[in-house]
């Protein structure tokens, strides 16, 4: 007996060890999660918060593959998938409710969706998966729920989009945040939804109707985009990634996902990355190839469309056709002859990477194959076991409409567009190089071979907070591409960084094409080694009390790191550490530092605030730190003694000089000198530090600006004094009037 529960034992643990190397989204693997709801009515208060449109939520514990979880907050999920009369309705779990910081393998909320419009159980596994080989994506597989140990059903298990997707695809999470799904869906014609083609002013009440805003602010940052989308297409770039947006247009239309923008406009996210443009995410899958046909897009299918007109959906319905409401996102864009052509090359290669070479059949079956027992004991799904098996490659009757075969779409789909117009006829790239032997500064040559083009170009940068740049290339004889009319084209980029992202565009009168097809969610990349003396270890702070707070509002430690050079130096590929046996300690993020700029790395063991924060701490007691390129060649190297509150290690003369102990200057020049007295050409003042008062003696007028920027005072002429009690105690700057370069850095005290 006690043989066989130590066995017993032995397999439970080995299971839940099983589970937990696992990625928790792991395709291949069906999840286990059970919930034990403290309310015996829990079923009874969920339905009352649906109906009431109440997003309450009930306390329940969780078993997560074997790992438990206290207090957890459970409400339904979605709209259209709920009913008070079905057993099996989607959840929306948070781990983190009650307990701070709760979760599971660093992910604290669970979607479980309830497969209630699909009978092949596959579609949003299937969907996502083919979605994020183009652009970021949620993770989705599936997992078998049991409530109070009964078993409810299988359910497909969707990564949330929430700070932590953004920290994983964008490096940041606390940016302008929107999801554009709005209050009540309204289907009558000419009904706005979250289409973007109204500004509404600048009175935030007016949007909530039809966005929700998931960040602390970005209101005004959509009131921009809408209206810079609507009425200043010229400058979309600069407020939109068009290219993500094509590429979502183009998953959309291939895999006949009507159930989102291109339908009654919802179901997406936009968030503001640090390039300032707002990227569009996908979200909801579960009605993808032609489980929804219902749409406003067009006077053709405002009643809706049959499996035939699916399966020939032309891809161009918004440009060709008047929409009855508008879609700025995508009509405004497709007016632009090179934008349509990027869009088409953009299904090309969908359907040929999925569906020509019939991997998404393999996968079909695969999925299927995988989960068939599950669905055999689901007793709570809405379609019959031969349902499952069929719909992969047959329609489907349910109550009120026909579910088409995945394969039955998508086979004739790809027949279809093979001979759409635009759709082929495209150039050729191959045999793309760079110069070689490059150093920071230098040109940068970059040649491709390229047949059967008109336009060509190349689209780069520097790094991840920069916008990809267009350069035309020309087979001319004079762009370092051999022979004018070879087909080589070439072009310069001039003051290279030590870093270069790349990705190549051609056209003809057919069809465009990129290289790398998936561009720019794939590209090129060079780069090397930065020289000792380019960039610096500048300033350090490791006993940061009260000076200045990360983006969270935390008083962390910091190292900041300044650019020496005229040329904008890349972060990519470089690493900092606080032991020199281990040089790759930590690699800093593909960020770009301007010339005599700077760049503020957070040393707080927490890098889900972001990209800038390390994996160590600083010690107050000091220690060394060593930023190293990525074969492990010294750029710069430091040893700091004990640091006392509030009083950082950096360099004087800025950039260059030897360390001393000083009133820190986060992101700022460190030259100043504190005295009883500052005079820098005609600025004057005094005293320094300062407590309730402070006079600054100007001829040309003066502004004074905080740590974090914010104009907190400006004069035309001299102050003698200024009552500064209602000041917060730290860093300030003041400015004169008509020269930037003429700064006074000052510090309050108590």
Not at 137 to 148: E, R, W
Not at 464 to 477: A, H, L, S, T, V
Not at 561 to 585: A, E, M, V
Request: charge should be negative; glycine fraction near 6%.
């Amino acid at each position: 007996m006690l043989k066989n529960s130590l066995i017993f034992i032995f397999v439970f643990l080995l299971q839940i060890n099983s589970y937990s190397q696992d990625d928790f989204y792991d395709v291949d693997t069906v999840r286990e999660i059970r919930l034990y709801f403290y309310q015996s009515d829990w079923d009874n208060l969920l339905d009352s918060f649906y109906v009431a449109g109440d997003n309450e939520r009930i306390l329940a514990d969780i078993i997560i593959d074997g790992s438990s979880y206290d207090s957890v907050g459970v409400r339904y999920k979605g709209f259209s998938s709920v009913s008070v009369n079905r057993i099996k309705n989607p959840f929306n779990i948070k781990l983190d409710y009650i307990i701070d910081g709760q979760d599971h393998q660093e992910i604290d909320k669970l979607k479980l969706s309830n497969v209630i419009q699909d009978p092949s159980f596959i579609r949003e596994v299937l969907s996502y998966e083919i979605s994020r080989k183009y652009i970021p994506s949620s993770q989705a597989n599936f997992a078998n729920l049991y409530i109070n140990d009964t078993l409810w059903g299988l359910y497909t298990n969707v990564e949330a989009v929430n700070k932590s997707f953004l920290i994983d695809h964008f490096d940041n999470k606390y940016n302008t945040f929107i999801k554009c799904n709005p209050e009540s869906l309204n289907i009558q014609i000419g009904a706005e939804n979250s289409n973007l083609s109204n500004t509404h002013g600048t009175d935030s009440t007016n949007y909530e109707p039809y966005y929700s805003m998931k960040s602390d602010h970005g209101w005004m940052d959509l009131y921009n985009l809408i209206d810079t989308l609507n009425n200043f297409t010229d400058s979309v770039e600069k407020v939109l990634n068009v290219d993500r947006t094509l590429w979502m247009h183009a998953i959309n239309y291939s895999l006949i996902n009507f159930d989102s923008y291109i339908g009654y406009a919802q179901n997406y996210y936009l968030y503001k990355d640090r390039t300032k443009q707002f990227n569009p995410i996908l979200w909801d899958f579960n009605m993808s190839f032609g489980g929804f046909r219902l749409t406003d897009a067009s006077q053709l299918y405002f009643n809706g469309f049959d499996i035939t007109q699916a399966q020939e959906m032309d891809p161009l319905v918004h440009h060709h056709y008047i929409s009855i409401s508008p879609r700025p996102l995508m009509r405004n864009l497709f007016s632009d002859e090179r934008y349509r052509k990027m869009y088409l090359a953009h299904i090309k290669t969908i359907m040929e990477e999925n569906f020509v070479n019939q991997d998404y059949f393999v996968r079909g079956q695969h999925l299927q194959n995988l989960i068939d027992q599950d669905v055999q004991s689901d007793t709570n799904k809405f379609y019959t076991y031969s349902d499952f098996t069929t719909n992969l490659t047959n329609q489907v009757s349910l109550v009120a409409s026909i579910c088409p075969g995945i394969t039955q779409l998508m086979d004739a789909r790809s027949t279809y567009l093979n001979s759409y117009s635009g759709y082929s006829g495209e150039p050729s790239i191959s045999n793309t190089s760079i110069s070689q032997n490059i150093s920071l500064g230098d040109d940068l040559w970059i040649t491709a071979e390229v047949l059967g083009a008109t336009y060509v170009r190349v689209s780069y940068r520097f790094g991840e907070n920069q916008i990809f740049r267009n350069k035309e290339m020309f087979d001319d004889g004079i762009h370092n591409d051999g022979a004018a009319g070879d087909g080589v084209y070439g072009c310069k980029i001039s003051n290279c960084s030590n870093s270069i992202d790349y990705y190549f565009y051609a056209d003809n009168d057919s069809a465009g094409v990129f290289s790398p097809v998936r561009a720019a969610y794939e590209h090129y990349s060079v780069q090397f080694g930065v020289s000792s003396g380019d960039l610096v270890i500048n300033e350090v702070m490791a006993n940061n009390v009260s000076t200045v707070t990360d983006n969270s509002g935390k008083f962390e430690d910091w190292i900041e790191l300044y650019n020496t050079t005229s040329s904008p130096i890349s972060t990519n590929g470089l690493f900092i550490t606080d032991t020199i046996l281990n040089l790759h300690k930590w690699a800093l993020p593909n960020h770009i530092i301007s010339p005599n700029s700077y760049f503020i790395i957070w040393t707080d063991e927490d890098g889900n605030q972001g990209a800038e924060h390390a994996n160590f701490k600083l010690s107050n007691l000091g220690e060394q730190l060593i930023l190293s390129n990525s074969d492990s060649s010294i750029i710069d190297s430091i040893t700091y003694l004990p640091q006392v509150d509030d009083i950082s290690f950096a360099r004087n003369p800025n950039g260059t000089g030897p360390f001393t102990m000083m009133t820190p200057t986060f992101n700022h020049n460190n030259n100043t000198t504190e005295t009883e007295e500052i005079s820098i050409s005609s600025l004057t003042c005094y005293p320094n530090p300062f407590s309730d008062k402070l006079n600054v003696i100007s001829e040309e007028g003066f502004f004074v600006m905080d740590i974090f920027g914010r104009i907190i005072l400006e004069s035309n002429h001299s102050e003698k004094p200024i009552n500064t009690s209602s000041w917060s105690d730290g860093l300030y700057f003041v400015h004169l009037k008509g020269d930037s370069n003429t700064t006074i850095k000052l510090i309050k005290i108590k």
